[in-house]
């Protein structure tokens, strides 16, 4: 089974931050970016989301736009792709609102199944060790359109094993400073190039890009002698 396709969607102040310098929930976004956000979710099978962006916000996103819907349920898609939630300790408050939504949850975690009690209020639990083999292993769960929704960590872990193959950034028109940048100020990458697949005005003076990983070509196998 081939990695699945996946793709990290964020929006972004003009210099690179999620929230402002005191830290917290940022609301960058406007309808135009709420949309594209939308559009991403319609196409993927699940979303990854990092268990302390989970905490910090209480919710995941979920589709509400009634023609994106109606094209999920005209390919015979749940209204809602699948959150999978993804968590060193699979301890998350029962009582986040996320809890309520009515989509189906997955939780990602070190923490053997077979060995820990059932997460409260998942659906399905998986093992995460490696992330290639996490990866296959949603791939082979039928979750193969990924959306990644954050945090800075797990994106910054899963550009480290070049494992992300879109970005699909929202740049809004806000200067936030601080150290709140969209990447770990300490991720070292190796050098690695983008090709530039959308570019999109979506009003509100937002802009939309989006990007896809050039792969290097396979190297070439010599002649027989």
């Known amino acids: 089974m081939p990695a699945p396709e996946l793709r990290l969607v964020l929006a972004v102040s003009l210099d690179g931050r999620l929230a402002p310098a005191q830290g917290g929930a940022a609301q960058l976004g406007g309808t135009g970016d709420r949309r594209v956000l939308e559009e991403a979710l319609a196409w993927s099978d699940a979303c990854l989301i990092g268990a302390r962006t989970l905490r910090l916000h209480g919710t995941t996103c979920l589709i509400h736009a009634p023609d994106l819907l109606e094209r999920r349920r005209c390919s015979q898609l749940p209204d809602q792709p699948v959150a999978v939630v993804v968590s060193r300790s699979g ?77 699909q950034l929202t740049l809004c028109p806000q200067l936030l400073g601080g150290a709140h940048s969209w990447l770990p100020a300490a991720l070292s990458l190796e050098p690695n190039r983008w090709t530039l697949q959308e570019q999109r005005a979506l009003g509100g003076d937002e802009l939309l890009l989006r990007y896809r990983r050039l792969r290097e070509p396979a190297p070439a196998l010599a002649p027989p002698p």
Do not use: M, Y
Request: zero cysteines; glycine letters at 6%.
């Open 91 to 167: 301890d998350l408050d029962p009582a986040l609102p996320f809890f309520r939504q009515p989509l189906p949850r997955w939780l990602l975690s070190p923490l053997d199944p077979a060995d820990a009690s059932p997460a409260a209020g998942f659906d399905r639990q998986l093992t995460l060790q490696h992330w290639p083999e996490a990866l296959a292993a949603l791939a082979d769960a039928g979750l193969r359109r990924l959306v990644l929704l954050g945090g800075a960590e797990l994106a910054g872990q899963l550009l480290h094993e070049q494992l992300v193959d879109e970005l």
